[in-house]
């Protein structure tokens, strides 16, 4: 068997070639797999420094994928993000100059300082997959991820996303500082060489095609989608959120689940697959009231308490291997 032909190993693989440069971080790089298998997009929230760009950057090269980078700011244009039409005067005809957003995997870097007008642009091409510029359609390539980043220190200047565009993100993560013995490993590394430098594509762009096709397959339980719903009712009606996720978020912790359980092996879903990605999923779509914000709640927290409080489907709510069905 081919490593293309075993999802196991070629995902496993896929963490092992990105964990080279993107040190102790492997449940944010199974989580970033998990959101292009799922045909999802991120949002990294996080402090400069600690891998952001290397995270996107490494994912592109492991994968085989095309990679572009856009450098948000307030003067960026629509145009800038996903091209342009120009006249040629020797031809007498229009050509379209493709902007970055025509690649494979697009870092979208401090997404909150371009205008809102800019973010839309980003955020159709993320929702339709395909931009439209005077009137002609173009498709984008596929797979096609976006992974947006924002400063969460630093408001001066910015335009924060509106939960309606936050909604559009299959999930949120955070890398964090690294521990001490990690921060030596990644001075020891980078001490002559770049590990981005020295990695190789670890399959093709038509691999992770196959892993969307194989995660589409998946069996879910009816059980378990019931304990997906029961999720998103909880947000909606608890104490601490103004407004809980949308059945967007349903779709996507379903979609997430089924990428996650691939990534364990096995083609069906069960409710630690859920737990695993649920607070990725869901926090960032979660609407605080006021009062919760000003005693410091947590959008996670809210999550990790329905987490909590909703009971699991019996009997592990999957469907069990044919050997533990004999």
Same mark, same amino acid.
């Given at each position: 068997?081919?490593?293309?032909?075993?999802?196991?190993?070629?995902?496993?693989?896929?963490?092992?070639?990105?964990?080279?440069?993107?040190?102790?971080?492997?449940?944010?790089?199974?989580?970033?797999?998990?959101?292009?298998?799922?045909?999802?997009?991120?949002?990294?929230?996080?402090?400069?420094?600690?891998?952001?760009? @290397?995270?996107?950057?490494?994912?592109?090269?492991?994968?085989?994928?095309?990679?572009?980078?856009?450098?948000?700011?307030?003067?960026?244009?629509?145009?800038?993000?996903?091209?342009?039409?120009?006249?040629?005067?020797?031809?007498?005809?229009?050509?379209?100059?493709?902007?970055?957003?025509?690649?494979?995997?697009?870092?979208?870097?401090?997404?909150?300082?371009?205008?809102?007008?800019?973010?839309?642009?980003?955020?159709?091409?993320?929702?339709?997959?395909?931009?439209?510029?005077?009137?002609?359609?173009?498709?984008?390539?596929?797979?096609? @991820?976006?992974?947006?980043?924002?400063?969460?220190?630093?408001?001066?200047?910015?335009?924060?996303?509106?939960?309606?565009?936050?909604?559009?993100?299959?999930?949120?993560?955070?890398?964090?500082?690294?521990?001490?013995?990690?921060?030596?490993?990644?001075?020891?590394?980078?001490?002559?060489?770049?590990?981005?430098?020295?990695?190789?594509?670890?399959?093709?762009?038509?691999?992770?095609?196959?892993?969307?096709?194989?995660?589409?397959?998946?069996?879910?339980?009816?059980?378990?989608?019931?304990?997906?719903?029961?999720?998103?009712?909880?947000?909606?009606?608890?104490?601490?959120?103004?407004?809980?996720?949308?059945?967007?978020?349903?779709?996507?912790?379903?979609?997430?689940?089924?990428?996650?359980?691939?990534?364990?092996?096995?083609?069906?879903?069960?409710?630690?697959?859920?737990?695993?990605?649920?607070?990725?999923?869901?926090?960032?779509?979660?609407?605080?009231?006021?009062?919760?914000?000003?005693?410091?709640?947590?959008?996670?927290?809210?999550?990790?308490?329905?987490?909590?409080?909703?009971?699991?489907?019996?009997?592990?709510?999957?469907?069990?291997?044919?050997?533990?069905?004999?």
């Amino acid at each position: 068997m081919t490593q293309a032909s075993d999802p196991r190993a070629l995902t496993q693989s896929l963490v092992g070639n990105i964990s080279t440069v993107i040190v102790g971080k492997r449940r944010v790089i199974e989580l970033s797999l998990v959101a292009l298998i799922s045909k999802g997009h991120i949002l990294i929230e996080d402090v400069p420094g600690v891998g952001k760009t @290397m995270l996107a950057r490494s994912i592109a090269v492991t994968t085989g994928c095309e990679f572009r980078r856009l450098q948000f700011t307030p003067d960026l244009l629509p145009s800038d993000v996903t091209g342009v039409s120009i006249y040629n005067q020797k031809t007498e005809n229009f050509e379209f100059r493709a902007g970055p957003v025509i690649a494979q995997v697009v870092l979208a870097d401090e997404i909150n300082r371009a205008t809102p007008k800019t973010q839309s642009a980003l955020l159709e091409a993320m929702g339709e997959r395909q931009v439209t510029v005077e009137g002609i359609t173009y498709k984008l390539p596929e797979p096609f @991820m976006v992974l947006a980043t924002q400063n969460p220190i630093e408001y001066e200047g910015t335009f924060p996303l509106p939960e309606a565009q936050l909604d559009r993100f299959f999930m949120r993560i955070s890398l964090g500082y690294p521990t001490r013995d990690e921060e030596i490993a990644i001075l020891d590394r980078r001490e002559q060489t770049d590990p981005i430098d020295q990695i190789r594509a670890a399959c093709k762009p038509a691999d992770i095609i196959h892993l969307q096709d194989l995660a589409d397959r998946v069996y879910i339980d009816p059980l378990v989608k019931q304990y997906i719903v029961d999720m998103a009712n909880a947000t909606r009606t608890h104490r601490e959120a103004a407004l809980g996720v949308s059945p967007r978020a349903s779709l996507s912790l379903m979609k997430g689940a089924k990428a996650f359980a691939l990534l364990q092996g096995r083609d069906y879903v069960v409710p630690d697959d859920i737990k695993g990605i649920a607070v990725s999923v869901m926090a960032h779509r979660v609407l605080l009231s006021p009062s919760a914000r000003m005693r410091g709640v947590s959008q996670e927290s809210v999550v990790e308490e329905v987490l909590a409080e909703t009971p699991v489907p019996g009997g592990g709510g999957g469907r069990q291997p044919a050997t533990a069905t004999a």
